[in-house]
């Protein structure tokens, strides 16, 4: 470890480590929100909408994730969708860990009792209602590390996004490595980088679990 | 009595209703009248078909033909219509249909007092301040006014059933199912959940609908009952007829299994 030659790339790193970051808060959003939405059209089962997802969830479930984001960054703009190369990352993350997370979520759903839905129905709640203030409320607690499962790998693989040009951690630690050779240095510090952020949450993830189990067990 | 307003309309009315789940007839074109604000007891054995006649009045179940009127608006979910979905009559006809479940179904995510006011004020647009107001009312009604803040998960069976009781109530219905909403419960905390039952029968005009297994019970409310068998009515009348000289040879059956028990 040259400890020198590390201070001195340190800013550049952090500036790599902070477009992973905010690429993957990016897709996180976006892979919650799509998410919500595909698990929403496949428990109520939305005539028409719902095979067309089924569909595309299957597609994007069984192809890699590279291979999506090329698809997106060079075939899209043929036809006429063009964004710059980091918001065709941050959809094409979302995008690929909404499937994941649109499955977790449904089986949240599923996993409230019958008689939930059935009360809120008598009682006239509408699905909007009926979501916001019962289900989600009862459906989300138990998904939250399955989600958080999912965020972290959504943070590791947005490495992949180097692949398009977007100077993440990985991308900036090989360009930086390039010149100066310091290949031992650089990719120890990036490795570093990835374990000080992912695994603190993953440590977070086998708390709350163990909690959630001994409420549940307690109940 | 304020809280309870809940006025008698036209009550409910079945007409030749058929339910089958796949092949299985569950309801045999079954008539079934509740004249407003009468209280009818409706029994039978287990399997008879007293749930689904419940559900189908309350919409969770569509049927494959018949009709079904609240205060005489058609509201039967038909099992070959496009949409499940109700039309805004239909909506409007169903906000007087209160429903008291087996197993409370109450919200566990939210307090007692919250259970009572997200209907009235989600669909009825009542006030927030108003609705809890009314909701306390309803929770001193069912003796349970210090339990307010309290979570469901930490009230007994009992107390979580007289909690689901009074959140119907807090809808105005002028129509309240129950389906056997004493079953779930320890033998001990039977009786305060009738006697909450039996004040509001006393207090208001509601139409009542009330599955039961309980004998003397449905004796004291019931102004009918109503024997039911293999999906369709077997026999009905005044409660001291039906139960204690029944004509019908499969009422007395099942009213002589109940004795032997
Ligand atoms: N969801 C369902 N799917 C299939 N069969 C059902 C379903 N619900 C009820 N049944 C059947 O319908 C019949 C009547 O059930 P139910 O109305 O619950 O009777 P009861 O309340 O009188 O015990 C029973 O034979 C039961 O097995
Ligand atoms: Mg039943």
Redesign the pocket.
Known sequence: MDLDYLQSVFPELLGGLRVTVVATLLGAAIALVLGLLIACVQVFRVPVVHQVVTVLVLAIRNTPLLAQLFFMYYVLPRYGIRFDAFTIGALALGLHFSCYAAQALKGGFLAVPKGQWEACQVLGLGNLTTLRSVVLPQALPPVIPTLTNLLISMFKDSAVLYAITIMELLGTTRNLASTSFQYTTLFTAMGLMYLVIALPASIGVRRYERRLNDRTVRA | MTELSGKAGSGIAMAGVTKQ??D?R?LDAIDLDVRGGERVALI??????????L?CIARLEAIESGSIRIEGHEIARMADARSGKASAEVAAAMRGVGMVFQQYNLFPNMTVLDNLTIAPVKVLGVDKAEARERAAGLLDLVGLGAKADAYPARLSGGQQQRVAIARSLAMQPSVLLF??VTSALDPELVGEVLEVIRGVAAQSDVTMLI?THEMQFARDIGDRVVF?EG?SVVEQGPPEKVLADPENERTQRFLRRLLNH
Do not use: I
């Open positions: 789940y796949g299985h569950v039978g054995p287990s399997g008879s078909g007293k749930t689904t006649v559900r389906d056997e599955v039911m999906g």
